[in-house]
T-cell receptor, first 117, second 112 residues
Framework: GAGVSQSPSNKVTEKGKDVELRCDPI?????LYWYRQSLGQGLEFLIY????????KSGLPSDRFSAERTGGSVSTLTIQRTQQEDSAVYLC???????????????FGNGTRLTVT | GDSVTQMEGPVTLSEEAFLTINCTYT??????LFWYVQYPGEGLQLLLK?????DKGSNKGFEATYRKETTSFHLEKGSVQVSDSAVYFC???????????FGDGTTLTVKP
């Protein structure tokens, strides 16, 4: 079946512009995560959704970052007034995990490579 | 809060050498533990997992045992191959936290 789909795969934008990154999770997966991976670095947690709710937004770096999820499916990560330090690969993952299925692994998309010039 | 600490890299080994990548964790609940792998140019994928104490996860010759007494989940392989060169991430999923927490990743390079 289809995996986690992210679009665009690459995005080059000018400093100060807004960008939207999209994630289509695996059908039926209730949990959705956004992570950021900078070159040579580990995974930086951004936000976690359970259904349409975001119980944990603690990883969002600043108020320029926001995310929403609708219909328990597609999620959009929006970065306003982009800065050069926002350049990274943004990864989305989905999972069956929930309060009673916490041992379900994450399924990752291939990421969106964002370059802010 | 939850945290995962991985052995710092990079790790460079010769083919057929024995591999250990250390991973320890702290968790507020009773977590499941995972190893993910990211091959060059590819996305992150699950390598193996263990869901309760003393469970051993295994895949592709890699093994890791869930040790509750030492809060560890070390990754091992008896004989590495060049194709094992990748970045390895230890992670946990916790009932209390709800989200998955990842270590910083360990880069493994295997030379012929």
């Amino acid at each position: 079946g289809a995996g986690v789909s992210q679009s665009p795969s690459n995005k080059v934008t000018e400093k100060g512009k807004d960008v939207e990154l999209r994630c289509d999770p695996i059908s039926g997966h209730t949990a959705l995560y956004w992570y950021r991976q900078s070159l040579g670095q580990g995974l930086e947690f951004l936000i976690y959704f359970q259904g349409n709710s975001a119980p944990d937004k603690s990883g969002l770096p600043s108020d320029r970052f926001s995310a929403e999820r609708t219909g328990g499916s597609v999620s959009t990560l929006t970065i306003q007034r982009t800065q050069q330090e926002d350049s990274a690969v943004y990864l989305c993952a989905s999972s069956l995990a929930g309060p009673t299925l916490f041992n379900s692994p994450l399924h990752f998309g291939n990421g969106t490579r964002l370059t802010v010039t | 809060g939850d945290s995962v600490t991985q052995m710092e890299g990079p790790v460079t080994l010769s083919e057929e050498a024995f591999l250990t990548i250390n991973c320890t964790y702290t968790a507020t609940g009773y977590p499941s533990l995972f190893w993910y792998v990211q091959y060059p140019g590819e996305g992150l994928q699950l390598l193996l997992k263990a869901t309760k104490a003393d469970d051993k996860g295994s895949n592709k010759g890699f093994e890791a045992t869930y040790r509750k007494e030492t809060t560890s989940f070390h990754l091992e392989k008896g004989s590495v191959q060049v194709s094992d060169s990748a970045v390895y991430f230890c992670a946990l999923s916790d009932t209390n936290a709800g989200k998955s927490t990842f270590g910083d990743g360990t880069t493994l390079t295997v030379k012929p």
